[in-house]
């Protein structure tokens, strides 16, 4: 294996990511950022379709794949699988996305791969599930959304289902299975057993419906859309002001009194219609308007600021542009270079948790399809006779 600092937390383990598109790969990202060896595992060039990230060039590609290996296997040859069971024997971790009756057919399920290494972690991710009636279905991030219940929640009231403008259900259901994969880790430690972890798009959206779904599951209330107001805390929302709008979070009678005596609107304390919480929700779309009145005094930087000395939660809405020109995100360091041969310095998110002794980093950029064939191989035990028979045959 090569080199990797002791500091990365995860540099001890090795992965094998045979996913596609963006759930799986985010998975075996957030491994990579925290120094595990992920062994991406692709088709030869001349079997690959479309490339749904963009191409390896891409922005998408280069944030999605960072910090990984990349081998090129034909699994439809018996030398391409037999190169990738050698690989599992060596692995911690297995990701794949496949069908299941695709992996069966190949020999590299779960049951079939445990038998060579029962210390392997095996995650699985999928669009519904590896049971059930819709098992066989495609799943896609915005197929999720819907049926997760996301879409019906989102939007402005009356306006009808709208998607998050973020593959949500990739990005969930990865963090989803590595957060599976990294306690099924933990907990190889105690019974020298590896186990199969699987997650799938439709149960991280039902997951993230968090209190909306409790509000169904315990009260009976259907949740409908609430726009840029926050369901149940009033007033939390967008607000218009002179140049502008800004968010803030004044819900509870404490905020809500600071709210009102920052603004100058006391008045609406001793409101009947605004004096208490149920009062508020009841008669939110005239509480706005006079808040709206006040805020159109003074510019967004100027009520942040304000308010934000008041103790006020407030903040501006930013584009993606001045979300990284921003002093804080600047700060946090949530942008940073990574060098590809080809493109020159890249700049990609950084890692959104710190670790003080042991950080996840970006350390190395994207990887070329097949970059490292000759690295990994060798490592394997293939000379280089094997691998140039294996490139012959069109195995790699």
Known sequence: MPHIPASQALARFRVVDMTQVRAGPTAARQLADWGADVIQVQMPEHMRG????????GSDYQYTHRNKRSITLNLKQPAGIEALKKLVATADVLLENFRPDVKTRLGIDYETLSKINPRLVYGSISGFGQDGPYRDRPGYDQIAQGMGGLMS??????????????????????IFL???????????????????????LLQAMVTMLDFQASRWLIG?????????????????????????????????????????????????????????????????QALAVELEKAFARRT???????????????GPILDVKQVYENEQIRHLKMAVPVK???????????????LSR????????????????DQILAELGYSPADIASLRNDKVI
Do not use: Y
């Open 300 to 314: 967004t930087q100027e009520w942040v600021e304000l308010l934000n000395t008041k103790g006020v939660p407030s």
């Open 220 to 284: 009976q209330e259907i949740p409908p859309q609430a726009g840029n107001d926050h369901p149940t805390a009033i007033p939390t929302g967008v607000f218009k002001t002179a140049d502008g709008h800004l968010n803030i979070a004044a819900s509870g009678q404490h905020m809500f009194r600071r709210l009102c005596e920052t603004l100058g609107t006391e008045p609406l304390l001793e409101d009947p219609r605004f004096r208490s919480a149920p009062e508020r929700s009841k008669n939110r």
């Open 340 to 354: 590809h041969p080809a493109l020159g310095e890249l700049f990609v998110q950084a890692p959104p948790v710190t």
């Open 50 to 57: 479309d490339d749904t990230l963009g191409g390896q060039e």
């Open 153 to 174: 929640i989102t939007g402005l009231p009356g306006q009808g289902p709208v998607r998050v403008g973020i593959p949500v259900a990739d990005l969930t259901a990865g």
């Open 178 to 200: 590595a957060q599976g994969i990294l306690v099924a880790l933990l907990e190889r430690e105690r019974s020298g057993r590896g186990q199969w972890v699987h997650t799938s």
């Open 358 to 373: 042991t950080p996840g980093g970006v350390r190395t950029p994207a990887p070329d399809t097949g970059e490292h064939n």
